[in-house]
């Protein structure tokens, strides 16, 4: 495992490729002993540092919960990260692709909570229970890392890619409807990149939120109420540009929409 100093040295260079978006060399050429435990010290030091700018912690994240993402990464776990109150964007909205490094886009739902989730028991019903409405969302991937070779020890130290997120459609109670089979088609300027349906993620999304609870009890942490949770992935990554307008379907859960600029 990597000392202290090391620790605070890449949660330091992570704040200012945040900043100048000038990504730093991948964390596991220059670190190959580096372990997951390593990059998640990283990733609180990181976030702590954010927290002292003034940002103020809404919710989490997590990644790597379809069984494709896991394959093409060769890991069997998800991971997670933090969402942060000014990562959270409007739907409609435009988005300053400058803002971003590699900025790339991903099909998901949030969960939004009405009553805390502690691990480290927590199972799918209590994560039902505590659930005040769920809601369809665009996750917007950042890039902090050089993206070339990157692993899962380089992804969760930057933030598990966490860049922003965009939040629109009709919120639903969880008994309105059946979750797994809540589908969506993505979109990039009228033309349709992506569909999928959301029980792609761990067989139902809110698989992992209870995996994110038992996960982070471990470190004396838990999920509080009012926190939104992006549940995961159930489309692959989506690349934009300069003037892409994204457009995710929701069927019955209405529409989330977005225009880089």
Sequence with gaps: ??????????????????????????????????????????????????????????????????????????????????????????????????????????????????????GPNCSIFDVLDATEYVVPALEILDSRIEMEGRTIVDTIADNAAMGAMVVGGRPVKVDEVDLRWISALLYKNQTIEETGVAAGVLNHPAAGVYWLANKIAAHGAGLGAGEIILAGSFTRPMWVHKGDTVHADYGQLGSVTCRFE
């Design 1 to 118: 495992m990597l000392d202290k100093q090391t620790i605070k040295k890449i949660a330091d260079e992570l704040v200012a490729a945040g900043a100048n978006r000038t990504p730093v060399p991948r964390l596991t050429a220059r670190y190959p002993d580096m372990t997951v435990e390593d990059s998640y010290a990283v990733q609180a030091l990181w976030s702590s540092r954010m927290q002292e700018q003034g940002r103020k912690l809404a919710g989490r994240k997590i990644g790597l919960t379809s069984k494709a993402m896991q394959d093409a990464t060769g890991i069997t776990e998800p991971d997670y990260g933090v969402i942060f109150d000014n990562m959270i964007l409007e739907n409609g909205c435009t988005v300053q692709w400058d803002a971003y490094t590699h900025p790339r886009i991903e099909v998901e739902l949030a969960f939004v909570l009405g009553k805390p989730l502690s």
